[in-house]
Every structure is written in C-alpha cells, then in structure tokens.
C-alpha cells in the first residue's frame, strides 16, 4: 500500500468545480452571492485547499447558505453565532482552513460582539461578509450597513440612523487584514480571496454583493459606475491611509485596506501551553485545577 504522501502527490490537481456540492443554490435570480461563492471557488483551487481539511462555518440570512453550496466540512449555525463555531473548530483543530462567512445583518447587528472579539484575537481564519446592505431573507428590513436616508420595508420616510462600514470596524477592532470587493468584480474579488485566505491571523474581506430583489435591480450598474483601485504607493499597513476610503457614498474603492503581521491566538496559546508545562513531569491533574481555585480545597 502506498504511503499517504505518494498518494497525495498522485492526486489530480482541484478544480473550481471540484469545491461545488450537489446543492442547487436558491438565491434570487441575480443575486451578488452566486458571484461571491463562484469566486469562492476559484480562490479555493487556486490554493488547493483540500476540501478534507477545510470548513466553512456561517450563520443566518440568505449569504449564509452558502456553507450548503461548498464541497468541504459546513455548518449552518443560528443567527450571528458563525464566528464562535469557527472560532471554537480553529482553536481545537488548528491545521484546518476554517472560513467564516455570513450576511452584514448577522456579522454586524446580532453577530456584532463576536466580530469584535474575534478580529482582537487575532485568529487565524477567515470571515467574508456579503454586504448587500438590507435584510433580504427576511424581506428587506433595515441593516446597519443600509445608507442613511434609504427607505425599507422597515423605514418607509428613510433611514434615520448612519449607516456603518464594516471594514473601518474591523480595522478599529484590531483584524490583520481587512479588504473590499465587489462581487460583479470576479477577477479582483478572487485575488482579494486568495490573499485572505493565505494570510495568518484574521483576515476579514467586505464583499459588496447587491441585493437585487430589495436594493433594487439597477445596484451592480451603480455599484459598478462607482468602481475604484487604490491609488498606487498606498501603504496598507498604515490605519490613517485607510480611513479615507471608510464610509464612502460616491466611490466604491476595493482592495487590501489594511495589513500588519502579528502573532495569532493559536500562536500565543501555543506559547502559553509550553510556558505552562516547562518543568512538569505530567499532565495537571484536576485536584491541582480545584486548589487553584479554592486553597483549602
């Protein structure tokens, strides 16, 4: 019997349609999200990511079916709640490619916290957020990332509350890497993927990905009309060069807004570990737990 390493060389090399499951999508007809999933999975085998030792984790909304559409490990979990699954599989099992995905209304109302504590660990996984700006699934509600003065099935005189940018909160929140992509931009949006996913620590990209049934079926004409790189020279490692493409109305520039090196969780747990067990002769046993706890114990 050949080795396991002879028998991973044998392989053929993945293709895109090696990541597709026998799941038909059921979104809208023109939906952003076939595009973000396509590019999916082209950034996927571009890596060759082997599907055996990668999960995508999400939550609730129509992005958040998407899990169902990839040939890897899935899970659909409850409203907001993507990233402590994924949190939790990356912590327990850090060799794996684990990519959290969902819509703005579950990463960034319910979900809010989450993302916040997750970008400030630093873990190393991946969260795509497709950002179409309402609440589709649930028949085109206001979200936080919907524009001011927009008018909803819950805001009929227009929304009277800022809008949020999703990726100046997770530059705030301390995320690694932070990214923007349109998703009728399938050429870029796949490179923006390829770099999230290579990259070590928590990489977080906004997909803009119009929702044609509530946003009405013009937005990937508009969207695209306002269409921008970052100027050349841009240095993305600092937060002050970014902030100006934060909370833009006119313009709709994608690209790596933000990127630093440092050590992720696992690494600092990895170090805690060995600190932790210097000098012991075998494992702590549970007495020793409770005294730390409770002295008299």
């Given at each position: 019997?050949?080795?396991a390493?002879?028998?991973?060389?044998?392989?053929?090399?993945?293709?895109?349609?090696?990541?597709?499951?026998?799941?038909?999508?059921?979104?809208?007809?023109?939906c952003?999200?076939?595009g973000?999933v396509?590019g999916l999975?082209?950034?996927?085998?571009?890596?060759q990511m082997?599907?055996?030792?990668?999960?995508?984790?999400s939550?609730?909304?129509?992005?958040?079916?998407?899990?169902?559409?990839?040939?890897?490990?899935?899970?659909?979990?409850v409203?907001?709640?993507a990233?402590?699954?994924?949190?939790g599989?990356?912590?327990?099992?850090?060799?794996l490619?684990?990519v959290?995905?969902?819509?703005d209304?579950?990463?960034?109302a319910?979900?809010?916290?989450?993302?916040?504590?997750?970008?400030?660990r630093?873990?190393d996984l991946?969260?795509?957020?497709?950002?179409?700006?309402?609440y589709?699934?649930?028949?085109?509600?206001?979200?936080?990332?919907?524009?001011?003065?927009?008018?909803?099935?819950?805001?009929?005189?227009?929304n009277?509350?800022?809008?949020?940018?999703?990726?100046e909160?997770?530059?705030?929140?301390?995320?690694?890497?932070?990214g923007?992509?349109?998703?009728?931009?399938?050429?870029?949006?796949?490179d923006l993927m390829?770099?999230?996913?290579?990259?070590?620590?928590?990489?977080?990209?906004?997909?803009?990905?119009?929702c044609?049934?509530?946003?009405?079926?013009?937005?990937?004409?508009?969207?695209?009309?306002?269409?921008?790189?970052?100027?050349?020279?841009?240095?993305?490692?600092?937060?002050?060069?970014?902030a100006?493409?934060?909370?833009?109305?006119?313009?709709?520039t994608?690209?790596?807004?933000?990127e630093?090196?440092?050590?992720?969780?696992v690494d600092?747990?990895?170090?805690?570990k060995?600190?932790?067990?210097?000098?012991?002769?075998?494992?702590?046993?549970?007495?020793?737990?409770?005294?730390?706890?409770m002295?008299?114990?």
């Amino acid at each position: 019997m050949s080795s396991a390493v002879e028998t991973a060389a044998e392989l053929p090399r993945l293709q895109p349609g090696d990541y597709k499951s026998n799941l038909k999508p059921v979104w809208c007809a023109g939906c952003g999200d076939y595009g973000v999933v396509t590019g999916l999975y082209r950034a996927m085998a571009e890596l060759q990511m082997e599907p055996w030792n990668t999960v995508v984790v999400s939550g609730i909304g129509c992005s958040s079916r998407l899990p169902g559409y990839v040939a890897t490990y899935g899970f659909n979990s409850v409203h907001g709640r993507a990233l402590p699954l994924a949190s939790g599989m990356k912590v327990a099992r850090p060799e794996l490619n684990v990519v959290a995905v969902g819509g703005d209304g579950d990463g960034l109302a319910i979900g809010g916290n989450h993302f916040m504590h997750n970008a400030r660990r630093n873990l190393d996984l991946t969260y795509i957020i497709m950002d179409n700006e309402i609440y589709g699934l649930t028949k085109g509600q206001v979200a936080p990332t919907t524009p001011s003065g927009d008018k909803t099935k819950s805001t009929y005189y227009g929304n009277p509350e800022p809008a949020v940018d999703p990726c100046e909160l997770a530059i705030a929140f301390g995320a690694t890497w932070v990214g923007r992509a349109f998703s009728g931009d399938l050429k870029t949006m796949v490179d923006l993927m390829v770099q999230a996913l290579k990259h070590r620590g928590f990489s977080f990209l906004n997909v803009m990905s119009p929702c044609v049934t509530w946003r009405g079926d013009d937005q990937f004409k508009v969207m695209k009309a306002k269409l921008r790189s970052l100027p050349e020279g841009y240095d993305r490692s600092s937060r002050a060069s970014a902030a100006p493409y934060t909370r833009e109305t006119e313009t709709l520039t994608t690209g790596v807004l933000y990127e630093v090196q440092q050590p992720s969780l696992v690494d600092r747990l990895t170090d805690l570990k060995v600190r932790a067990q210097a000098g012991r002769t075998g494992p702590v046993t549970t007495d020793e737990v409770l005294r730390s706890f409770m002295p008299a114990f």
